[in-house]
């Protein structure tokens, strides 16, 4: 099993709609999630973090865990060409032994039809 | 203006060659990543560090290596024992305890 698992895709969505994207995490002791987007041939940028049970909104993103059940999603409200791009999950591993480095899903890909 | 700086964008290696791989940074983290991308791939670990003269292997150490004598600057290595370099690779910096990673804008190793 991969520590960080995410669907592919592509995602493919219309102009306006909601995207949602999924994300599965395999160590129970991960604290700090987070989002990245990633442009082809460019490198990460943060989107969201999110640390606590629950959602946390930024504008038309809303990132939403739990903890329970070992899953974090991302919701992209009102779609726009502009965010066809590949989505990274990212879980922090090692919260109670000091090692913080992140690891990464494969990404969703997610394509916004005009 | 704060960022991570990468150099070069581009690198070709020779069959039995090393060669060095440049991360800079003036946001005055404490910590700094390497990470590589394959195609159609996610991000993997390379080396980390924390605090300067000290770092740690990630998940695919092998055939890389890295310094850190700096607080700005965590250059990698990637010696003739990486067989399959061919990568883009991905300098990262973060404060800590949190590791929100802010990434330079990457170097894409190709082999001759």
């Known amino acids: 099993q991969k520590e960080v698992e995410q669907n592919s895709g592509p995602l493919s969505v219309p102009e306006g709609a909601i995207a949602s994207l999924n994300c599965t995490y395999s160590d129970r002791g991960s604290q700090s999630f987070f989002w990245y987007r990633q442009y082809s041939g460019k490198s990460p940028e943060l989107i969201m973090s999110?640390?606590?049970?629950g959602d946390k909104e930024d504008g038309r993103f809303t990132a939403q865990l739990n903890k329970a059940s070992q899953y974090v999603s991302l919701l992209i409200r009102d779609s726009q060409p502009s965010d066809s791009a590949t989505y990274l999950c990212?879980?922090?591993?090692?919260?109670?032994?000091?090692?913080?480095?992140?690891?990464f899903g494969s990404g969703t890909r997610l394509q916004v039809q005009p | 203006d704060g960022g991570i700086t990468q150099s070069p964008k581009y690198l070709f290696r020779k069959e039995g060659q090393n060669v060095t791989l440049s991360c800079e940074q003036n946001?005055?983290?404490?910590?700094m990543y390497w990470y590589r991308q394959d195609p159609g791939q996610g991000l993997r670990l390379i080396y980390y560090?924390?605090?300067?003269?000290?770092?740690q292997k990630g998940d695919i150490a092998e055939g890389y290596s890295v310094s850190r004598e700096k607080k700005e600057s965590f250059p990698l290595t990637v010696t003739s024992a990486q067989k399959n370099p061919t990568a883009f690779y991905l300098c990262?910096?973060?404060?800590?305890?949190?590791?929100?990673?802010?990434f330079g804008s990457g170097t894409q190793l190709s082999v001759l």
């Open positions: 999110i640390y606590s049970n």
């Open positions: 560090s924390q605090i300067v003269n000290d770092f």
């Open positions: 990262a910096s973060s404060t800590l305890p949190r590791a929100e990673l802010f």
């Open positions: 946001l005055n983290h404490d910590a």
């Open positions: 990212a879980v922090n591993r090692g919260e109670d032994t000091g090692r913080r480095a992140l690891t």
